[in-house]
């Protein structure tokens, strides 16, 4: 089976025929077949994920994880180095190749090892089309290697781009991607949990959080009142949110477990949903794209802006 371009448009909210040339594109060049697990595979497939989750593996977010975050983005930024700077380098170590993905409340096989990367890829050019095409520059919070602003900036090469992170290594690749590919992008640091009240937003700027915020848990107040404060012209959070699950599917099930045993984020639409009903922000769009990797799915949209 192979989602078409009209599938794509459903699980984006787009009407059909209406994908943005830049979506087009990706959808084109690469392989989205996939093949649905006999019953044993399946099995399989479920059991793997529960022993995994009963484990002592999956580990508690939180700011007690910097050093490990740390180690991450060193060992990301040797590797960009190593590779004399190709930006393939820059994907992230959590996107895992040639795993089974969540699709739809179930489990798929795929035969493109780097299907996940892909299927965001589409979703991630879609929204930056959406919602970013009349900003002048982007700010993107937990940027990591920046493949997220790389990405933002070849799709749209006059923004200004900003990667913030509290790893310095993630700052130091940003930089570092910004000098050697002649992209209009800095880095800085930041800490979620305690966010830097002086650090000032571009008039007419959008701020994004791509799977980054769910490491601060419930603790995601700090950051909503910085963002109150400093007033961005749009907000796009893409993050798992456990909210949008339905328990009542075995697949939805296990992701939110898994969710929980992680501490990922917490109360976080429920708090955007209040402040609106506040009047202090408007949302535009909640969409859950029923995609995920093999433990959750971390690729749920928020989409909102102070009033």
């Known amino acids: 089976m192979q989602p078409s371009t009209t599938d794509f448009a459903q699980t984006l909210g787009a009407a059909s025929g209406a994908l943005p040339e830049s979506c087009l594109r990706l959808i084109e060049k690469a392989d989205f077949t996939y093949e649905e697990p006999s019953p044993q595979r399946r099995d399989e497939i479920i059991l793997r994920v529960i022993k995994h989750i009963d484990s002592d593996v999956p580990t508690q977010v939180g700011p007690q994880r910097e050093d490990v975050w740390e180690r991450c983005w060193a060992e990301n930024l040797e590797k ?8 393939e380098a820059l994907v992230p170590k ?9 699709l739809n409340q179930r489990y798929v096989l795929p035969r493109n090892p780097s299907f996940e990367l892909a299927f965001f890829q589409v979703c991630r050019a879609f929204y930056y089309q959406k919602y970013l ?3 002048r520059s982007a700010y993107e919070f ?8 790389v990405a933002l900036g070849t799709q749209m090469p006059n923004m200004k781009l900003y990667g913030l992170d509290w790893s310095q290594s993630a700052c130091e690749m940003v930089n ?7 992209l209009n992008i800095a880095g800085a640091r930041f800490d979620f949990f305690n966010p830097d009240r002086g650090l000032k937003l571009d008039p007419h700027s959008a701020v994004m959080t791509l799977c980054a915020l769910e490491q601060v848990g419930q603790r995601h107040g700090p950051f909503i009142e910085f963002l109150l404060e400093k007033r961005p012209k749009i907000c796009i959070n893409m993050e798992p949110i456990e909210d949008l699950y339905d328990e009542g599917n075995l697949a939805d099930y296990l992701a939110l477990r898994y969710h929980r045993k992680r501490g990922y984020l917490s109360g976080f639409l429920p708090r955007l949903k209040a402040l609106e009903t506040e009047g ?9 794209m029923f995609f995920g990797s093999l433990y959750h799915e971390g690729y749920s949209f928020v989409v909102w802006k102070p009033a």
């Open 80 to 87: 960009f180095v190593s590779s004399e700077y190709e930006l």
């Open 94 to 102: 959590f996107i895992k190749p040639g795993q089974p993905v969540r």
């Open 133 to 135: 095409a009349d900003v």
């Open 142 to 149: 937990g940027c990591g290697t920046g493949f997220n602003l």
């Open 176 to 182: 570092l991607t910004g000098k050697k590919h002649r």
């Open 280 to 288: 202090k922000i408007k949302i535009f769009e909640v969409r859950r």
